[in-house]
């Protein structure tokens, strides 16, 4: 690879490591990337994954201050999480490709219409009990929504934001920012589990990988910054909008 294609890339990991601390969706940015710079499907994701982790690190550290009143949800969503995440990784080294290919759109596309749904979805789980009844509670049905992001997260990682966010929004109602920050935790977990297996036993490309990780870092931090002047109603719009438009393109691909 020459320069201009690493400073390329290191663009696209600062562009998805800001979507990824506003929405999610990150990896929609950087795989593409990584596809057009010749490295194959697998090799693809495997690495974009590896590269956008500390990219998830900075936007955990910039909402600090919202993670500390949700510390006790972050704590109890870590297992689930982390778990999630093992499984789903095993699976993606053992997929076949075409199988993944075919999945992903659908997921996406329907984290962002789930999303869109939160309002009346969280009334009715609140009706029949299945939602949190307070800030503090975190309800059974939360846990295995977290688990099963997670295991997506691990096979792919595209959509783990919305994808949380819309569990949450549903089952656990939180103001934006504190949401947005607790799924930005839970996902630097989910994604560090599929790094270190991908280390161990996939194909990741370590240069690329690398100079990535520098734009993830920089882009992550910057986009709490920029999701913090959006209102709620903007922000879950943005989100919305981001999964639909990152599913179509997916399904056309």
Do not use: C
């Amino acid at each position: 690879m020459e320069l201009p294609a690493f400073v390329g890339l290191a663009a696209a990991a600062a562009a998805a490591g800001a979507v990824n601390a506003i929405a999610g969706g990150g990896t929609l940015i950087t795989f593409p990337s990584l596809l057009a710079a010749g490295f194959s499907t697998k090799v693809a994701n495997v690495t974009s994954t590896v590269a956008i982790w500390p990219g998830t690190v900075g936007g955990s550290f910039a909402y600090r201050r919202e993670l500390r009143a949700r510390r006790r949800r972050v704590v109890i969503l870590s297992g689930p999480s982390v778990l999630g995440a093992l499984v789903g990784s095993v699976l993606l080294l053992a997929t076949s490709q075409r199988l993944f290919d075919a999945i992903v759109p659908w997921l996406i596309i329907f984290a962002a219409v789930l999303l869109a749904m939160n309002a009346r979805l969280a009334a009715f789980a609140y009706a029949h009990r299945i939602g949190a009844n307070h800030e503090e509670h975190t309800p059974a049905s939360l846990l295995i929504a977290v688990f099963l992001v997670g295991v997506y997260g691990g096979y792919f990682g595209a959509g783990i934001g919305i994808l949380m966010l819309a569990f949450m929004a549903i089952l656990a109602p939180d103001g934006i920012q504190h949401a947005n920050a607790v799924k930005g935790m839970l996902a630097m977990l989910m994604n560090f589990v599929a790094l270190v297996v991908f280390s161990l036993f996939g194909p990741v490309q370590w240069l690329p990988a690398g100079v990535m990780a520098v734009g993830a870092i920089l882009g992550g931090y910057s986009g709490v910054a920029l999701a913090r002047r959006l209102n709620a109603t903007v922000l879950r719009f943005a989100i919305v909008a981001w999964g639909i438009s990152q599913g179509l393109f997916l399904l056309a691909r």
